[in-house]
Nanobody
């Protein structure tokens, strides 16, 4: 079993910054993909930023230039630095990962519990 634990959410004024962290723990052989999605009230869960394979990253157009994803492979941790936050960034942010739990390389998808980010105007 693999657990994803997020931290770093909170309330910030528009124009401010927050940094989210997500640590993966448990039966991890390798992490194939890891990143962030978000879900605002009444809306679907959408990609924010993610490592897809190797060092490749993918960002939502709405956050390009403002958000930066980074990682610490030794700690199985991914970070999301969010700058120039806007009220429309308000959402629950979920960590997501695709993990191989043994050398067979069969992979499983995991989600964190979510962390609330609220940006006031």
């Amino acid at each position: 079993q693999v657990q994803l634990v997020e931290s770093g959410g909170g309330l910030v004024q528009a124009g401010g910054s927050l940094r989210l962290s997500c640590e993966a723990s448990g039966s991890i052989f390798s992490i194939n993909s890891m990143g962030w999605y978000r879900q605002a009230p009444g809306k679907q869960r959408d990609l924010v930023a993610i490592y897809t394979s190797g060092r490749a990253t993918n960002y939502a157009d709405s956050v390009k230039g403002r958000f930066t994803i980074s990682r610490d492979n030794a700690k199985n941790t991914v970070y999301l630095q969010m700058n120039s936050l806007k009220p429309e960034d308000t959402a629950v942010y979920y960590c997501y990962s695709i993990v191989a739990v043994n050398p067979s390389m069969r992979t499983f998808q995991y989600w964190g519990q979510g962390t609330q980010v609220t940006v006031s105007s």
